[in-house]
T-cell receptor, first 113, second 114 residues
Framework: GNSVTQMEGPVTLSEEAFLTINCTYTATGYPSLFWYVQYPGEGLQLLLKATKADDKGSNKGFEATYRKETTSFHLEKGSVQVSDSAVYFC????????????FGKGTTLSVSS | NAGVTQTPKFRVLKTGQSMTLLCAQDMNHEYMYWYRQDPGMGLRLIHYSVGEGTTAKGEVPDGYNVSRLKKQNFLLGLESAAPSQTSVYFCASNLQGANTGELFFGEGSRLTVL
């Protein structure tokens, strides 16, 4: 079946540190991959996405590359800010019409100044 | 600029009571989804709809019913609430399905069942 595995948190960093949140997936076919972010007290928002192998999604200084050979979609940011503190969800959807997103369990990031 | 609106935002129920969560979107989206979010479990899909008048089961449908009588509304019902249904519920929508684009989420509805 389809599933997403994320590194467990919480991840605690100082401002300007480098961030990596690991995400691997299991899927049949060629899924689309996403990172969503949830700020405290809010719903989820799309952060970035990639729809085919070797695509790189990027937004707000975050990046993730779709690696088919390692079935991974790791999230990175070169210099985190306090405002990046949130829960980050890796997700996939099989490339079939009518299917829903399958989420990982989420990774909590806490950035201190 | 409403987007996806969920009501109520908070509710406390006693075991056995019933209630309905309402999700409304003003973006003319075809697809709508109900997820629940529990600590350490991430988001799990309860039910979804691919258009007005349609519904389908997700990963954890037991104990819930849904209806999509109007395109803009997607209702989630609990007929006989149980403590295991204590959770934060999120509604989401998008235009062409999760494989094609961004899901837009509501702010969540926190339900406590005593």
């Amino acid at each position: 079946g389809n599933s997403v595995t994320q590194m467990e948190g919480p991840v605690t960093l100082s401002e300007e540190a480098f961030l990596t949140i690991n995400c691997t997936y299991t899927a049949t076919g060629y899924p689309s991959l996403f990172w969503y972010v949830q700020y405290p007290g809010e719903g989820l928002q799309l952060l970035l996405k990639a729809t085919k192998a070797d695509d790189k999604g990027s937004n707000k200084g975050f990046e993730a590359t779709y690696r088919k050979e390692t079935t991974s979609f790791h999230l990175e940011k070169g210099s985190v800010q306090v405002s990046d503190s949130a829960v980050y969800f890796c997700a996939l959807t099989p490339n079939q019409a009518g299917t829903a997103l399958i989420f990982g369990k989420g990774t909590t990031l806490s950035v201190s100044s | 600029n409403a987007g996806v609106t969920q009501t109520p935002k908070f509710r406390v129920l006693k075991t056995g009571q019933s209630m309905t969560l309402l999700c409304a979107q003003d973006m003319n989206h075809e697809y709508m989804y109900w997820y629940r979010q529990d600590p350490g479990m991430g988001l799990r899909l309860i039910h979804y709809s691919v258009g007005e008048g349609t519904t389908a089961k997700g990963e954890v449908p037991d104990g819930y019913n849904v209806s999509r009588l109007k395109k803009q509304n997607f209702l989630l019902g609990l007929e006989s609430a149980a403590p295991s249904q204590t959770s934060v519920y999120f509604c989401a929508s998008n235009l062409q399905g999760a494989n094609t684009g961004e899901l837009f989420f509501g702010e969540g509805s926190r339900l406590t069942v005593l």
